[in-house]
């Protein structure tokens, strides 16, 4: 089993910036990939950034040159470092982590935490 637990939503004023970490423990062999969603009120989730054990970073276009997704590897901790939150920006953010634990592959995704970014 994996737990991941994120940290660090709440509310900011528009302009401003927040910081997300989101931890994964268990029983992990490796980890492939760590990620960012983000689902608002009445609308699907979606894709907020992702990073991957090759190194490849993606981005959703709406939050490209604004937030930066890091990895600590030692840690199984990714990061979203989130700058000039928007009012659109305001959604549960869902951390997301694909890996493995032996022979058996796994995605597991976490509780969420909330953003609210005011006007």
């Known amino acids: 089993q994996v737990q991941l637990v994120e940290s660090g939503g709440g509310l900011v004023q528009a302009g401003g910036s927040l910081r997300l970490s989101c931890a994964a423990s268990?029983?992990?062999?490796?980890?492939?990939?760590m990620g960012w969603y983000r689902q608002a009120p009445g609308k699907q989730r979606e894709l907020v950034a992702e990073?991957?054990?090759?190194?490849?970073?993606n981005y959703a276009d709406s939050v490209k040159g604004r937030f930066t997704i890091s990895r600590d590897n030692a840690k199984n901790t990714v990061y979203l470092q989130m700058n000039s939150l928007k009012p659109e920006d305001t959604a549960a953010y869902y951390c997301?982590?694909?890996?493995?634990?032996?022979?058996?592959?796994?995605?597991?995704w976490g509780q969420g935490t909330q953003v609210t970014v005011s006007s």
């Open positions: 990073n991957t054990s090759g190194g490849n970073t």
């Open positions: 268990g029983s992990i062999s490796s980890i492939n990939a």
């Open positions: 997301k982590a694909v890996g493995s634990t032996g022979w058996r592959a796994w995605t597991y």
